[in-house]
T-cell receptor
Framework: DAKTTQPNSMESNEEEPVHLPCNHS???????IHWYRQLPSQGPEYVIH???SNVNNRMASLAIAEDRKSSTLILHRATLRDAAVYYC???????????FGGGTRLMVKP | EAGVAQSPRYKIIEKRQSVAFWCNPI?????LYWYQQILGQGPKLLIQ????????DSQLPKDRFSAERLKGVDSTLKIQPAKLEDSAVYLC??????????????FGPGTRLTVT
């Protein structure tokens, strides 16, 4: 599976937008980009996924670079509840097995 | 809808003992996964079932770990005998099945295992 690179941690202020970057320079043409997050003492939670075009849902937006070698998860207004570890994951369309990396720990300050 | 259920939530055992974890996926979900999450790391996939068949178990330590999914619904993960390095949270997840609709995995709360 292609690898992803994320910053270990990021800080944000409450009610401000947050941009979480992910590099995946070895992505293949059929790899989907998934984002999950894990709140303290809980299992991971699906956030969003995409292939080539930018995606929006009620939780977040996913901006995918034109060459697909990087992507950014955008939380439009961070709340204290958004403090979590955010994982950027690639998976091929041959299956939906997820290989989690270390993720980015997002801290939200009031 | 009800989420993925797991039990027990916590378990403490001594090394060389046996332990079993149970998972009940979301109703109608054909695919079931078991992950191991060691403290400070991301989850690692141990085994994936499609209905009652194994899709991938390449990262399951088969000398001590076993898993089954009888009748394609509930699943059990067993460790026998346990080692200190098995201390981790064991997560169960489920998804609808193959294809685009299956890309969202729903995770249970996990079972925290401590081996002393």
């Amino acid at each position: 599976d292609a690898k992803t690179t994320q910053p270990n941690s990021m800080e944000s202020n409450e009610e401000e937008p947050v941009h979480l970057p992910c590099n995946h320079s070895t992505i293949s043409g059929t790899d989907y980009i998934h984002w999950y997050r894990q709140l303290p003492s809980q299992g991971p939670e699906y956030v969003i996924h995409g292939l080539t075009s930018n995606v929006n849902n009620r939780m977040a937006s996913l901006a995918i670079a034109e060459d697909r070698k990087s992507s950014t998860l955008i939380l439009h207004r961070a709340t204290l509840r958004d403090a979590a570890v955010y994982y950027c994951i690639l998976s091929s369309n041959a299956g939906n097995m997820l290989t989690f990396g270390g993720g980015t720990r997002l801290m939200v300050k009031p | 809808e009800a989420g993925v259920a797991q039990s027990p939530r916590y378990k403490i055992i001594e090394k060389r003992q046996s332990v079993a974890f149970w998972c009940n996926p979301i109703s109608g979900h054909a695919t079931l996964y078991w992950y191991q999450q060691i403290l400070g790391q991301g989850p690692k996939l141990l085994i994936q079932f499609q209905n009652n068949g194994v899709v991938d178990d390449s990262q399951l330590p088969k000398d001590r770990f076993s898993a089954e999914r009888l009748k394609g619904v509930d699943s059990t993960l067993k460790i026998q005998p346990a080692k200190l390095e098995d201390s981790a949270v064991y997560l169960c997840a489920s998804s609808l099945g193959p294809g685009e609709s299956s890309y969202e995995q729903y995770f249970g709360p996990g079972t925290r295992l401590t081996v002393t």
